[in-house]
């Protein structure tokens, strides 16, 4: 296992549409690890491998019970309800914005062995169910926000809460 670097918005990997796992192996295996390394140093809640530079279609998401999900071939399945709440990225360090997401979700996913799965979540979990899989298809939460926000201004909006 490693821990890798994470692209930054500015890098054009991050806008492209990733591509299927076809091959459940060792290089899948050591992909999802070193995601969950990373993932685990950063301190966030998802990761997905074009945030890695690794343009497959596979993330890790923290469930309820704060384990990592392993998600390869993600596809949501359904959507319930509404929640509007700041999110921010990994790869937009430092940067905050309010988005729309629903509150529950639902999603299909293949294992490391390639075994199909289905894995539902409320409010944050949900929110990083839709936002881990449109990395996949080279979109960014920056992209559904009006305003970012700085660390600052996050900490002071807060704090007037």
């Keep these: 296992m490693a821990i890798r670097g994470i692209l930054t918005d500015t890098d054009p990997a991050l806008r492209k549409v990733c591509r299927p796992v076809v091959n459940f192996d060792r ?3 050591d992909l999802l690890d070193d995601l969950k390394e990373t993932l685990a140093k950063a301190n966030g809640a998802g990761l997905a491998a074009p945030q890695i530079g690794i343009l ?3 993330v890790i998401v923290m469930d309820d019970e704060d384990q990592m999900l392993e998600l390869v ?3 949501l399945v359904w959507t319930r309800g509404e929640q509007d709440g700041f999110e921010g ?3 937009v360090p430092g940067r905050w914005g309010k988005v729309k997401r629903p509150m529950r979700a639902r999603v299909k996913a293949q294992d490391r062995m390639g075994n199909w799965f289905e894995a539902e979540g409320e409010e944050i979990v949900a929110r990083c169910f839709c936002h881990e899989l449109e990395h ?3 979109h960014l939460f920056i992209d559904h926000t009006d305003r970012l926000y700085t660390n600052e201004e996050m900490e002071q909006l807060l704090e007037e809460e």
């Design 27 to 29: 290089r899948l295996w």
């Design 56 to 58: 497959r279609r596979a």
């Design 73 to 75: 071939n993600p596809e």
């Design 89 to 91: 990225c990994l790869s």
């Design 136 to 138: 996949l298809d080279g």
